[in-house]
């Protein structure tokens, strides 16, 4: 019986051991979880993504239907076009916030089915992740193409909720938000509001 005690002791303490294994995970602080799952978050992206582009077996307008809604999934596109318009989001009407969100969308869309068909085989891999605040994380990539040197991405993701979407890219230090912000104003400061709409729906034209 002293044996059988000792068995039972020894059990309750692996036990203890596994679950606290298990659960160590929640005990890290709430930034650093949320940046190691962000990095999986991209990495699972990035899979989903190279999936599509090396499918042959689908026509290009099923194939950009998929990476479509692969965008909606893991962007938040209101909150990107609001971040690119700045300080000129709180002066535009609901009409103007509404058609630059929609200007915008198709623009990106725009852009992946130009770069569609320029695929080269090109891969990734996940370097690490690092909280910026309490709901941001910055996840560090590397593309890897077949000719040429590698590529330094990093992917700012924000938390809604539980819900990870990507909210800025920064290639080779560069920001995208950044970049387009500075863009987009230059147009507002020279062509208001209005103008900035019309340059939008010519790119599209």
């Known amino acids: 019986m002293a044996w059988q005690t000792g068995v039972d002791r ?6 203890r051991k596994l ?8 005990l890290l602080p709430r930034p650093l979880w949320s940046a190691q799952a962000a990095a999986g978050f991209v990495d699972e992206l ?19 239907a998929r990476l479509s809604a692969i965008l909606d999934e893991a962007t938040d596109l209101e909150l990107v076009a609001r971040l690119v318009l ?12 509404r058609e630059f969100v929609n200007l915008y969308r198709r623009l990106v869309l725009k852009t992946m089915s130009e770069r569609l ?5 090109e891969t990734y891999e996940v370097l690490g992740s690092v909280a910026v605040d309490e ?9 890897i193409r077949p000719a040429g040197e590698p590529i330094a991405v990093d992917w700012r993701v924000r938390n809604l909720g539980g819900r990870f979407v990507v909210i ?23 062509s208001g509001l209005e103008g900035l709409l019309a340059e939008m729906r010519r790119r599209l034209a």
């Open 46 to 64: 990035g899979r989903r993504v190279l999936a599509v582009l090396n499918d042959r077996s689908s026509d290009r307008a099923t194939r950009l």
């Open 86 to 97: 700045g300080r000129y989001w709180r002066e535009a009407s609901e009409a103007q916030r």
């Open 168 to 190: 800025d890219i920064v290639a080779e230090g560069v920001s995208m938000v950044v970049t387009q912000r500075s863009e987009a104003a230059e147009i507002v400061g020279r």
């Open 135 to 143: 709901r941001d994380s910055m996840v560090s990539t590397r593309i």
């Open 19 to 26: 679950i606290l294994a298990a659960g160590g995970l929640f």
């Open 10 to 15: 020894r059990s309750g303490w692996q036990r």
């Open 117 to 121: 068909d320029s695929y080269g085989g």
